[in-house]
Each structure stands twice: as C-alpha cells, then as structure tokens.
C-alpha cells in the first residue's frame, strides 16, 4: 500500500456529546462563517452510512451479516482515503474496536487523528432521552449497558440508514478510545467547549494542524454554530440528523442541566456505574 | 444444466437456482458454470475495489467465504464456491455479478421495483432503504401485479425506452410484512443465512416481456421538515434524479457505460410521467404515500 496518506480525521463520540457542535463549527469555518444545517460539505458522513458504503464498495450493504461489516468496514475508508487529496473529516458513534481478523474497524494506516468528545453522563441522560424518544430511566439504561448497540438493526432494518454500531457503556465507549494506541486522539469535554468555546475549538485546530485560519475567522465560525442559532435554523428548515420530527436535536445546550432533571436515585444509577472514568475527567461528585 | 429467464436473458446454469424463472430455450445468453477462477485479474485498464477487479469485458468478485465469481463477455459466469453457503452464494451472483453481465452485454440495469400497470409498467425507482420494494407490495396488496423487485433492465427498441424485469422474488425485511399486510406464510426462506431478510416468490405471475414505462416515481429526495409530497419535476431536475439510480455504479464506470446510462435515462425520462416523492425518510409516510400513488394510478 504504498503512496498511502493519512488523511481521516475521527470526530468521535458518545450521542449527544458536542461532536454535531464541533461538525458544524468546521463547516461554518471553512465556508467563510456561512453555515446550511442541511447541506454540510465537511463531516457530513458517519461511518456507519450504508449508503457511503455501497457507494465506494459497490456491496449491497443491507445483504451483508454484521461480522461482514465489520470486515469490510476498514477496507472500504482505506479505498476510500487514498483517494481523496485532502484531510477528511468522519463522524463516528461506534467505541473503538478490532474485527475478527483483529484488524481495528477504524482504519489506522489511513488515520490522521481523532477528536474524542466528552460529556458528563449525567447531562447525557436528559439529553440521550430526548433524541431517542426515552424515558429518562431507559437513557439510564442506555447509558449503563456494557454491550449496548446503536441503530439496532433486529428485524426492521429497512429504513436503517446506518449499520449496528456497537456504543458500549458511556464507561465503555470513552475507554475504548483512551486505549487507542494507534493515532492521535484528543479529548474535548463539551462542558469545556460551553464554556471556553474560543480556548477549546483554536487548541483543536492546532491538534489537526490548521494554523492558518485567523482569530477572527475562528470567532466568526463559532458566532454561526451559536446555540440560539442552530436552534432557528433547526425551526425554521428542520434538520435532516433527526430521528424523527417531535423534538429538538438543539435542545438546551448548556451544562448542569442533570441537577433538574434526574432524582438523586438516577444521579446514584449513574455514578455508581460510571465512577471511575467521571473523576477522571472531572465530574466530581460535587461538580 | 438446469435453463431458467431471468434479467431478460435466457441462462443456463449448473447451480441450481429457485429464484429464478425456470425456461426452455435452445440458446443460452449466459452460462453458469461451476469452476475454478483467478484470484485476481491483471492489466492496465482494471479497476479495484474492496473485493473485486473490474475491467470493460471481465469482472472478478471474492467474497470472503462464500465464494468467487469470473464473469466474462457478458456469456460467462465461472463460480468458484468457498465454504458451503448456498444461498449466501446465489445472492451475491443475482446481485453483483449479473450487474456486470448485464454491462458486459450493454443492457443498463436501474435501481427500481415496478408493478404492471396498462400494458407497461410503474417504476419506483430509489437508492436501496428507498421504499421500493415495500410500495411495490403494498400495491401488489391492493391488486397490482408486481413486474420485478430491486432492478429492472432498460434496453431501447426502436427509439423506445423498455423495461424487462430481473426474476421473481420480492426481499422484504420481517418488519415489512405487517406494514403491507402480505402473510409471511408465503415467505419462509431468509435471503441469507442469519438476515431477517426474507424471499417472497411472485412465479405465478411473471412476465417476460419488455414493456413500455407508463410512470416512474423518484423516491429519494429527503425533506427535513417531515411533510411528505409526490411533485412532478422538470426534465433536468427528474434527470438529475434518476442518475442517482444507477446500479451498482462502481461497474458503470469502470465498463464505461455512464454515456450509454445518460441516453436510456434521458430517453426514459422524456417517454414516461416522472414524480418526485418528497419525505423525510425517518419519519413513517409509507403509507401515506401509497395512497396518494394510488390515487395517482387510478
């Protein structure tokens, strides 16, 4: 495979922590502060797309068995980098993870680095229960089981866009990527993004090597990918990552929110699950 | 050899296939055989992908497995099985390697399912997860005939666009039997091992013919905002639209049969009424939209 280059970039992430936020961000920034919700040109795709898959591979993806996928899925964003000039961005849910020929499903040899989004479970709960029409209990569940999987395919998979993705536990996911050993990955907590959005989205661009985009065009970009922002656009045109049309993807944006939502028996749930990981990226118990 | 119809091409083939129409006919088109094939195919003008080597008048495909196929001149297919998966082993036959049987011979497969309707026929014409195959039988459930499933072969006959179907089986997901109210008593068989996948056979009522398209509906277009509508397109626009539709374009190109694809859609276009249903493909409209087909049809 020579002449590869290392041209994917991962913006990877547990649901519903910041990473559509950051995709949008990037869009706006190298579209001169110009943001369409709709019609994005960087990040647009996630791995587990079957329509980018049959496209490149040219494989009926909804004939193939799940460790299938898993094969081809490196093989077909191999064939994929090598041809494409520059870095591409690709938005990815699944926890990080080696098929059975023990090759990682996110393909190395074509990997720049990954931005890895975090955010507190506790926030995630409200947040995961409203995007995927739960109670606030079953996102508690969501968030807590260890072989949790995404777009669950079982026997409706008709209008799957996207393959199983295996999400693991919140714990689960984000270990799964402090292990990789691979490439690069930088970790963003969305609280952090919230509050230092200016300090956090210039130190990613420095990680990804874009130096040459100015202050003021990294502040123009944050400017159109505002809460308040993305919430009009999301009324005004809708959103196409929705799940459905009864809720807001854009829903409150903002940290803490788990202090009104969750009973102090889910805040328990989550801790007593999550305990180790949450201290490590500061969501103290007082926090 | 046992002699079957299928894609508008008379096969011969030792593998035994009950998807396809069974036949008689002195000349085959195409040969099936089983056999041993290269693993990989050289030269200059081949293209590569994942699993498969492509060049104008051969096409190699390995999956792993399950099996490898040699297809060459548009006469020949020479499977090489890999394990002792069946079924596993005709899907990827009647999809991937026919594909480019039917480029190597100059027949332009679409992406469409398609009921019978005045003496021709309705497409619904979409990428795979469109809806094809679940509106074509939820019209078959209210007394249309379905002509094919998935693709249907284009050919030009004197300055005319006709259609001919693939074979007669309908692949619908477990969940689609409810949704259309077809019994699953008629589906036992899974498409693969392991998929909740499963055949439905329409033999009874297959034709062979190539017939004229009457309508095509485009069923791609994602609206964000939920509502669903069927509009009709200009010609550009519809055009546009149904390129998107090609099958399995990795083969189209690299045969080099994009121009051939642009004068049958083109031509396709202009002979046919086109629309355009607009939903958002998450939210639940199937149903609502068969209605408004139907109203369309009748």
């Given at each position: 495979m020579s002449g590869t280059s290392k041209n994917l970039v991962w913006l990877a992430s547990y649901p519903k922590s910041g990473n559509t936020w950051f995709r949008l961000f990037l869009n706006a920034l190298f579209n001169n502060g110009k943001l369409d919700i709709n019609h994005l040109s960087t990040a647009d795709t996630i791995f587990s797309s079957k329509s980018f898959f049959e496209e490149v591979s040219d494989l009926p993806a909804d004939l193939l068995l799940?460790?299938?996928?898993?094969?081809?899925?490196?093989?077909?964003?191999?064939d994929f980098a090598m041809t494409q000039q520059d870095d591409v961005f690709i938005k990815v849910h699944d926890a990080f993870q080696y098929s059975k020929d023990e090759q990682s499903i996110i393909p190395a040899v074509v990997t720049k680095c990954a931005l890895c989004?975090?955010?507190n479970p506790l926030d995630l709960a409200g947040s995961l229960a409203n995007h995927y029409s739960l109670s606030m209990d079953e996102a508690i569940s969501m968030l807590n089981d260890p072989l949790y999987k995404l777009a669950k395919q079982d026997n409706r998979r008709y209008r799957r866009g996207q393959f199983q993705q295996d999400l693991f536990s919140w714990s689960g996911h984000v270990q799964s990527w402090l292990d990789v050993t691979e490439f690069p990955v930088l970790f963003l907590r969305y609280e952090d993004m919230l509050m230092n959005t200016f300090a956090v989205f210039k130190e990613a661009l420095e990680f990804l090597q874009y130096t040459s985009f100015t202050d003021t065009e990294i502040g123009k970009a944050i400017e159109a990918t505002g809460f308040k922002r993305l919430q009009e656009a999301e009324r005004t045109d809708g959103f196409r990552e929705k799940l459905n049309n009864n809720y807001s993807f854009f829903r409150k944006g903002k940290a803490g929110g788990w202090k009104e939502e969750l009973t102090a028996e889910q805040v328990q749930k989550i801790r007593s699950v999550h305990h180790h990981l949450m201290q490590q990226f500061g969501y103290h118990d007082n926090a | 050899m046992y002699q079957y119809w299928g894609f508008g091409l008379h096969i011969s083939s030792e593998i035994e296939f009950p998807e396809l129409f069974p036949f008689t006919f002195e000349v085959p088109d195409v040969v099936i055989r089983l056999g041993e094939t290269p693993k990989s195919l050289p030269g200059d003008e081949v293209t590569?992908?994942?699993?498969?080597?492509?060049?104008?008048?051969?096409y190699l495909l390995t999956m792993r497995d399950i099996g490898r196929y040699h297809v060459i001149n548009g006469n020949q297919i020479i499977v090489e099985q890999i394990g002792n998966d069946n079924k596993s082993?005709?899907?990827?036959?009647?999809?991937?390697?026919?594909?480019?049987?039917?480029?190597?011979?100059?027949?332009?497969p679409l992406h469409a399912s398609g009921v019978?309707?005045?003496?021709?026929?309705?497409?619904?014409?979409?990428?795979?997860?469109?809806?094809?195959?679940?509106?074509?039988?939820?019209?078959?459930?209210?007394?249309?005939?379905?002509?094919?499933?998935?693709?249907?072969?284009?050919?030009?006959?004197?300055?005319?666009?006709?259609?001919?179907?693939?074979?007669?089986?309908?692949?619908?997901?477990?969940?689609?039997?409810?949704?259309t109210g077809l019994s699953m008593e008629e589906a036992k068989?899974?498409?693969?091992?392991?998929?909740?996948?499963?055949a439905h056979f329409f033999?009874?009522?297959?034709?062979?013919?190539a017939i004229p398209v009457r309508k095509i509906f485009l069923l791609n277009t994602d609206n964000p905002l939920g509502t669903a509508e069927i509009v009709k397109p200009g010609f550009m626009e519809a055009f546009t639209e149904i390129q998107k539709n090609s099958y399995r374009p990795s083969q189209l190109n690299a045969m080099g049969k994009r121009k051939l694809f642009f004068s049958l859609a083109s031509g396709l276009v202009n002979a046919a009424s086109v629309y355009m249903v607009r939903r958002n493909e998450k939210a639940d409209s199937l149903e609502q939209i068969t209605k408004e087909i139907i109203t369309i049809l009748s």
């Open positions: 799940e460790e299938e996928v898993k094969r081809y899925l490196p093989l077909v964003f191999t989004f975090i955010r | 590569q992908t994942i699993n498969a080597y492509i060049k104008p008048a051969e082993l005709r899907v990827f036959l009647l999809s991937n390697a026919m594909a480019a049987v039917l480029y190597q011979r100059n027949m332009i019978l309707y005045k003496e021709g026929v309705v497409l619904f014409s979409g990428h795979s997860r469109s809806g094809k195959s679940t509106i074509a039988t939820s019209l078959k459930m209210k007394g249309y005939s379905v002509f094919s499933d998935d693709v249907c072969v284009l050919k030009e006959v004197d300055g005319k666009i006709l259609a001919m179907p693939s074979y007669p089986m309908l692949k619908l997901w477990e969940d689609s039997f409810a949704k068989e899974t498409v693969r091992p392991g998929l909740a996948k499963y033999h009874h009522s297959f034709i062979t013919d």
